[in-house]
């Protein structure tokens, strides 16, 4: 008889390997299943330590996909300004909350379409929280960011210094007005911000203090998205190797770089059981609610943009295969249709077609060489078709539909809207959906996610029937969103996402039934405990 390390017995927990099926009891040796089955089997194998679950619910730990983690633990260290109605709400909630320090001030969670100016603030309007000392205020989905004067003296911007310059926006007088998008901020405020997060302990101070967060919220994995390329990468190696050796990290992590791959070409899966090395990230466009996501025809509420293409098609070619060539996945970030019938066009040059209807053989062919397409908000006619004949996994944010119900229709008008974060189409047709948050954009709480994307609603219930209800998806699908499916995400489906013998005892227990609880009431389920490896994570009062 084979010894285990514990036990879990008495629980109803689904095994997300088909709907309704459930096991009561688990055990575990050396952090993975070694059985998943009845009590009376389970309690046959002598183990260290048994648990009785009480007869709770549970399921696999939840995946978030994508999210920018040492940014969203740096986030709940800074000010958040997304109660503000206003900029001068804006500049009194950075001004109560400043400590008086001499080093940068972060604020977070500018939404302009939430402002009654219905703009960003700029440098002059920003100045007006401090002149002494840098500021830097994020926009709610970071793609803009504004600067106050002493933030632009130290990234070196300024009428004399960068006239004219493409990436950056002007008064009339010819000064920078201080709102930078992803190209401007990528080339001025890479030197100021390598210099501050060179330091290793500055690092691990804030994921210390903060990376504790994620268990509570039934987070077993993060895949870690670093930053734009040529911006410092925040999301280094070294900083969770080391959080691993302290015993200090409660979650595991996969890390999606623009700098990958690198001289030694890590390929994805390379690393420990708990920090390893994801896929290669690549940004094609920008966002829907800064009208920066690249659509072929002009936003709804603006006629004279069409948002950005962040790369040629060349351009973008030549960086799929830089992944390809190395035997590594890639990620796109992809919010417009524009942008997303230029990526499927470079990933056809590069990614060899297939006709195989069953996307999990198409991901299986392809290896380590499978393609993520991040967001994927916004579909043309005959993209599905596209995609389907692609090693594609499509990485979506159903919470976007908690914000982007409200901006929608007057961003994209009524047709467009349609095609908006279109999951039933894309799973009827045998394409692979997974679920992140985009953290900080927002909040990674995956049951949040699961009830938008069953209802289309937001979390209040807006609006009535549901935004584009035919695209609603079953709970046990949007589960997997999180679960079975984001495995693939990462090459890791013989290692978890499932309860299944061989695979990491990754688990969480709920103190309701998800698949038995109304669809609007998904997202007051309470995670009861998180369980990593067999080890507790976390476990509520």
């Not at 070196?156 to 000064?175: M, Q, R, V």
């Not at 069953?454 to 219930?461: A, E, P, S, Y």
């Not at 079975?484 to 005892?505: D, F, H, R």
Request: net charge negative.
């Amino acid at each position: 008889m084979l010894y285990a390390d514990k036990t879990f017995y008495n629980g109803r927990i689904y095994t997300m390997n088909k709907p309704g099926e459930t096991v009561s009891a688990i055990v575990v040796r050396d952090g993975k299943i070694v059985y998943a089955g009845t009590d009376e089997e389970a309690l046959a194998y002598p183990a260290a330590e048994s648990e009785d679950l009480g007869g709770r619910v549970g399921l696999p730990g939840f995946n978030d996909t994508h999210i920018h983690t040492f940014i969203d633990c740096g986030s709940r260290l800074n000010i958040t300004v997304d109660e503000a109605k206003d900029i001068a709400g804006i500049v009194d909630i950075m001004k109560a909350h400043d400590d008086g320090g001499k080093g940068w001030l972060f604020g977070y969670g500018v939404s302009m379409s939430d402002l009654a100016e219905g703009r960003h603030p700029n440098r002059y309007e920003v100045d007006k929280i401090s002149t002494d000392r840098p500021v830097l205020l994020y926009s709610h989905c970071l793609h803009f960011m504004m600067a106050n004067s002493k933030a632009l003296e130290l990234a070196g911007i300024s009428k004399e210094a960068t006239p004219n310059e493409e990436s950056l926006t002007y008064f009339e007088d010819g000064e920078p007005d201080g709102i930078l998008r992803e190209a401007s901020y990528t080339k001025f405020m890479t030197a100021p911000f390598n210099e501050m997060y060179a330091d290793q302990e500055y690092r691990l101070d804030i994921l210390r203090k903060t990376i504790g967060f994620y268990p509570q919220y039934g987070l077993t994995t993060l895949h870690c998205i670093s930053s734009l390329a040529g911006a410092p990468p925040m999301e280094y190696f070294d900083q969770y190797y080391q959080l691993e050796k302290e015993g200090a990290l409660p979650v595991r992590v996969l890390i999606n770089s623009a700098y990958l791959p690198e001289t030694l070409n890590p390929p994805t899966g390379f690393g420990t059981d708990m920090v390893k090395v994801g896929a290669k990230k690549i940004f094609t466009d920008g966002s829907l609610g800064g009208r920066t996501a690249a659509m072929i025809e002009p936003y709804s509420d603006d006629p004279n943009t069409k948002g950005d293409i962040l790369y040629t098609l060349e351009e973008l070619t030549a960086l799929l295969k830089e992944a390809y060539d190395a035997g590594i996945e890639a990620s796109a970030h992809t919010i417009g249709d524009a942008s997303m019938d230029v990526l499927l066009t470079a990933a056809e040059a590069v990614y060899p077609p297939s006709d195989e209807p069953d996307p999990v053989k198409r991901l299986e062919a392809a290896g380590l060489r499978r393609l993520r397409i991040i967001h994927a908000c916004m579909i043309a006619p005959g993209h599905v078709e596209r995609i389907k004949k692609l090693p594609v996994i499509l990485d979506v944010q159903p919470g976007f539909l908690h914000s982007d119900v409200h901006i929608a229709e007057d961003r994209l008008g009524p047709d467009r809207m349609k095609r908006l974060m279109a999951f039933k189409t894309f799973i009827d047709n045998g394409i692979l959906l997974t679920g992140g948050s985009d953290a900080p954009v927002d909040p990674p709480i995956p049951l949040n996610s699961i009830q938008c994307a069953v209802t289309r609603q937001d979390l209040n219930g807006f609006p009535e029937g549901g935004l584009t209800a035919s695209e609603a998806i079953s709970v046990y699908e949007a589960v997997a969103l999180y679960t079975k499916n984001a495995a693939y995400c990462s090459s890791e489906e013989n290692v978890k996402g499932t309860i299944s013998i061989g695979k990491y005892a990754d688990f969480i227990l709920l103190d309701r039934d998800i698949f038995g609880v109304k669809p609007n009431e998904i997202s007051g389920i309470k995670v009861l405990r998180t369980v990593l490896g067999g080890d507790i994570t976390y476990r509520s009062n």
